[in-house]
C-alpha cells in the first residue's frame, strides 16, 4: 500500500514538493471539526433553518473575507503565521507578503492554509454558518463587528485614493 501511494504521490507531482499527506491532514482535521460541530448541534437541540436570510448571507461573507485578511495578511497575526512562513517584505496597508517554505508535509500544508485567503476562506465561512445555527447571537455580535472594521478599511482606502487624486491633479 505505501507503495502505491508513493507512486500516486510521484506521478501526481511530477518532481514538485507537494504536501498531500499535510493537505490530507487539514481535510482530515476540516471533517473533523465539522463533525463536532454537528454532534453538539444534535447534543443541544439546534435545528439548522430551511434558509439563511440574504442578510445573514451578506454579513457572514463580508465578516470571512475580513477574518481571513486578518488572519492571513495582517502584520499584527504574524505570529501566528511565523512558525510556518517566512517574511518577504510589507504589502502596504498593515499587511504583510510571506512565503510557504517547501519543507515538511504539515509545515507546509498549515502555511498555505495560514497564507492563502482562498483556502482558509472555507474554514472560516464553515465557523460562521456553524455559529449562525448553535450560537446566532454571538455570531452576529463578531460578524457585524468584523464587517464594520471592512467597511472601516475600505473608507480609509477610499480617503487616501481622493487625496492622492487631488495631489495628482494639483488640487
Known sequence: MAGVLARIKSDYSQGEPRPLGGYLRAMSAYAGLVGAAVAVGTTR???????????????????AHKAGRLLNKSAVASPLRAPFTRFEGSAGEGEVAESVPSSGNHQHAVGELLTCPFCSGVWLATAFTAGLVLA?????LVATTLAVVAGSDFLHL????????GRDSGG
Open 136 to 140: 446566532p447571537r454571538a455570531t452576529r
Open 158 to 165: 477610499a480617503y487616501d485614493a481622493a487625496k492622492n487624486a
Open 45 to 63: 437541540g439546534a435545528r439548522v433553518p430551511e434558509r439563511f436570510s440574504w442578510n445573514d448571507t451578506f454579513l457572514v461573507s463580508v465578516a
